[in-house]
Every structure is written in structure tokens, then in C-alpha cells.
T-cell receptor
Framework: GENVEQHPSTLSVQEGDSAVIKCTYSDSASNYFPWYKQELGKRPQLIIDIRSNVGEKKDQRIAVTLNKTAKHFSLHITETQPEDSAVYFC???????????FGSGTRLQVQP | EAGVAQSPRYKIIEKRQSVAFWCNPISGHATLYWYQQILGQGPKLLIQ????????DSQLPKDRFSAERLKGVDSTLKIQPAKLEDSAVYLC??????????????FGEGSWLTVV
């Protein structure tokens, strides 16, 4: 089955700096890669996703890049703010197996 | 649009007792998932339903866990007997049709289980 690895497990940045979180996946059939943000005690919430027919997608301060050849994708957050502090999860799924396989999470702390 | 509803939000039980969690997905969503999230880890799929049929239950510990979605709408996840390692958040999620690559999966707030 699919295996998703995520790095780093923790990330501390200064407010205004950029943050990058990286994930690799194992199943070459995977074609959907969402990112979820989870605040303490809250539900995971989708912040951005990318499908395998594009290499990059951007939404304001958040961008995701996908390299299907290398089987990795990354989340980029620019101009970080304290409210970006949370745990971020990457995930992957394929058309055949719709359920998401999640990475282990990255705890992002933005220092004011 | 109403979100995924789950109850109870919190439950504390003793080991070997039983517990049941209920989920009502977003209206019209045919696919329903139950995930287990242990503290400090990513969610792990337990079972996936398409309408009232099971699509994937390969990671469900069937000796103690069971789930049903009898009318293709709401669902119940049961644990009996509970073990200490079952302490986790049980997240219900739903998504719409299976066509196309990737459909947004929406999560409920979760049911927090502590087994003592």
C-alpha cells in the first residue's frame, strides 16, 4: 500500500520568514495530494491540494509543488504569521484507492 | 452547508468495556471514512464506505472493532472490548462522488476516547 513520509517533524520560524515542509510517497498510482492544517483539539482542515496533472499551485501565501518523477511534493508558506502555528499533514490518494494516506505531521511554530 | 457531525465528543471508559461512536456525513456525500488518530501521529484509515457498502477495511482490527452504515447515510463505529492502546481521536470524514482524481475529504471534530 501507499506510504507517505513527511519532514521535518517540527519547524520553528520567525514571523515573516518562509516555511517549507516536504513529503515523499511510494505509490506511483497516487494522483491527488492534499495538505491539511490541524490546530490543537480541532479537526484537520484542507488548506490546499494538487492533482497530478499540474506541477505547482498557489493560493495567496501558500503554494504546493509536485514532482511526480521523484515522487515528492512540498508545502511552501511565505510571510508566516503566528496564526500559521499548527500541525500540518500531507496526504496522498489514488483514483483506485480514494482514502487518504497521511504523513506523520509537522508541528510549525511561528515566533512573533 | 452543515459539516460532518460526530458524537460523543469525549468518552472515558475502562479497558474491556465497549464504546460506540456515531457519525452523520455531509448531506449527499456517498463516501464515509473512519480514521484513528493517536496523539502525535497522522490519521490512519480504519474503514471506508461507499453508500452502505465497505470499500476498504483492511486496517480495521476486526477482532474488536466493527462499523456499519446501514442506510448509506450515518454510521456507527464500535469497539468491544477496548484496550489501552485504543486511546485516540476517532475522526469521521466524508466526500462526494468517486469520479475524477481526488475529491475533497471533510473531517468531523472527532470523538476523543480515553481508555483507562
Amino acid at each position: 500500500g501507499e506510504n507517505v513520509e513527511q519532514h521535518p517533524s517540527t519547524l520553528s520560524v520567525q514571523e515573516g520568514d518562509s516555511a517549507v515542509i516536504k513529503c515523499t510517497y511510494s505509490d506511483s498510482a497516487s494522483n491527488y495530494f492534499p495538505w491539511y492544517k490541524q490546530e490543537l483539539g480541532k479537526r484537520p482542515q484542507l488548506i490546499i491540494d494538487i492533482r497530478s496533472n499540474v506541477g505547482e499551485k498557489k493560493d495567496q501565501r501558500i503554494a504546493v509543488t509536485l514532482n511526480k518523477t521523484a515522487k515528492h511534493f512540498s508545502l511552501h508558506i511565505t510571510e508566516t504569521q503566528p496564526e500559521d502555528s499548527a500541525v500540518y499533514f500531507c496526504a496522498a490518494s489514488s483514483q483506485g484507492r480514494r482514502a487518504l494516506t497521511f504523513g506523520s505531521g509537522t508541528r510549525l511554530q511561528v515566533q512573533p | 452547508e452543515a459539516g460532518v457531525a460526530q458524537s460523543p465528543r469525549y468518552k472515558i471508559i475502562e479497558k474491556r468495556q465497549s464504546v460506540a461512536f456515531w457519525c452523520n456525513p455531509i448531506s449527499g456525500h456517498a463516501t464515509l471514512y473512519w480514521y484513528q488518530q493517536i496523539l502525535g501521529q497522522g490519521p490512519k484509515l480504519l474503514i471506508q464506505f461507499q453508500n452502505n457498502g465497505v470499500v476498504d477495511d483492511s486496517q480495521l482490527p476486526k477482532d474488536r472493532f466493527s462499523a456499519e452504515r446501514l442506510k448509506g447515510v450515518d454510521s456507527t463505529l464500535k469497539i468491544q472490548p477496548a484496550k489501552l492502546e485504543d486511546s485516540a481521536v476517532y475522526l469521521c470524514a466524508s466526500s462526494s462522488t468517486l469520479t475524477g482524481p481526488g475529491n475533497t475529504i471533510y473531517f468531523g471534530e472527532g470523538s476523543w476516547l480515553t481508555v483507562v
